[in-house]
């Protein structure tokens, strides 16, 4: 059922700002539950909470393979991409309008300040100014 408006917002503002600004996963005593982690929609914390919290598997150790870490560290960088808050929008809209690419072409071209790094392999026999050709190439 639907909330009357002054229930909704002051609710809706709360779960925005827990959103932007959630408390820091520090020990499992002091941070929230995955669940409240999910509610205000980020799964990322809370995957990454439960992965914590887990005590039947066992903690991976510097011998074993890096797939745990790296797992944890791509939820660690997946919760550090949404620093501009266009991500919920943009999933928001893919359910709604999924065959609408105007918010996700907004969003790319809001982010396209930040840097992009290019790597291009320089061959030994290759000369400079070859090698800037390419670069353009690349672009």
Same mark, same amino acid.
Do not use: M, N, T
């Given at each position: 059922d639907e909330l009357p408006i %002054?229930?909704?917002l002051p609710?809706?503002? @709360?779960?925005c700002r827990c959103r932007q600004d959630p408390p820091?996963?520090?020990s499992s005593i002091n941070?929230? #539950?995955?669940?409240?982690? !999910?509610?205000? %929609?980020r799964n990322d914390l809370a995957e990454l909470l439960s992965l914590r919290l887990s005590p039947m598997e066992p903690r991976p150790n510097p011998t *074993? *393979? $890096?797939? !745990?870490?790296s797992k944890i560290d791509e939820l660690i960088t997946s919760a550090d991409n949404d620093k501009d808050g266009l991500l919920a929008i943009e999933e928001f809209s893919a359910t709604i309008f999924p065959d609408d690419n105007r918010v996700r072409e @907004? @969003?790319?071209l809001l982010r396209? #300040?930040?840097?992009?790094?290019?790597?291009?392999?320089?061959?030994?026999?290759? $000369? !400079?100014? !070859?090698?800037?050709?390419?670069?353009q190439e690349k672009l």
């Open positions: %002054g229930a909704f609710i809706f503002e @709360a779960v820091q996963i520090v941070s929230w #539950s995955p669940a409240a982690y !999910d509610l205000i %929609g *074993s *393979s $890096s797939s !745990d870490y @907004a @969003a790319r396209s #300040s930040r840097p992009i790094f290019l790597r291009v392999p320089r061959p030994v026999e290759l $000369s !400079d100014h !070859d090698y800037e050709r390419k670069k």
